[in-house]
């Protein structure tokens, strides 16, 4: 089966440009997740999504990122206005329901310069 | 936040030898996964262990369990030049609520 893709897998912007990161889950997976990791650190938790339904977004700065899963499969993750210390690898991640296994995406590299 | 610690922060050993990585984590779990990240990629499953066993084995891996300390240990043995990455621990504290450890950075020397 295909893996979870993600893009771009590299993205520079200035700070206070807009960025939009994109997932497209393993078929049939309802849970999808969208993880924050910085260099050399393990992956924090940003958003996790059953189906359609934003079931935990207490970590996302709602200020200035917002997400949506529109059907319940592809989801978009956006930045506006993105700032310096938003540089950090954003790993989208899907698992079946009560299976607990994750998989992941290669991730999108963003840098704000 | 991170859920979990793991220890050593970073591990250098030889081909051949076997490495041993332990993880801390602060509440109640229903699984704990260990998980493999080669630089620049994304998280690979590696095994997964529920909160009612106490070890578990998948090839070179062998995964210790202990709820009552809430601590868990990951050992590859014989360990190969290409385990060379991070490795992370990470908690389901139910409702599939994954959180991840700060990880392990594992080199092996051929």
């Known amino acids: 089966e295909a893996g979870v893709v993600q893009s771009p897998r590299y993205k520079i912007i200035e700070k206070k440009q807009p960025v939009a990161f994109w997932c497209n889950p393993i078929s049939g997976h309802n849970t999808l997740y969208w993880y924050l990791q910085n260099l050399g650190q393990g992956p924090e938790l940003l958003i996790r999504y059953e189906n359609e339904e934003a079931v935990d977004d207490s970590q996302l700065p709602k200020d200035r990122f917002s997400a949506e899963r529109l059907k319940g499969v592809d989801s978009t993750l956006k930045i506006q206005p993105a700032e310096l210390g938003d540089s950090a690898v954003y790993l989208c991640?899907?698992?079946?329901?009560?299976?607990?296994?994750?998989?992941f995406g290669e991730g999108s590299r963003l840098t704000v310069l | 936040s991170q859920q979990g610690e793991e220890d050593p922060q970073a591990l250098s050993i030889q081909e051949g030898e076997n490495a041993t990585m332990n993880c801390s984590y602060k509440t109640s779990i229903n699984n704990l996964q260990w998980y493999r990240q080669n630089s620049g990629r994304g998280l690979v499953h590696l095994i997964l262990?529920?909160?009612?066993?106490r070890e578990k084995h998948s090839g070179r891996l062998r995964v210790t369990l202990d709820t009552s300390k809430k601590s868990s240990s990951l050992l590859i043995t014989a360990s190969r030049a290409a385990d060379t990455a991070s490795y992370f621990c990470a908690t389901d504290g139910g409702y599939q609520k994954v959180t991840f450890g700060t990880g392990t950075k594992l080199q092996v020397i051929p």
């Open positions: 262990i529920r909160s009612n066993e």
């Open positions: 991640a899907s698992s079946r329901e009560n299976t607990g296994e994750l998989f």
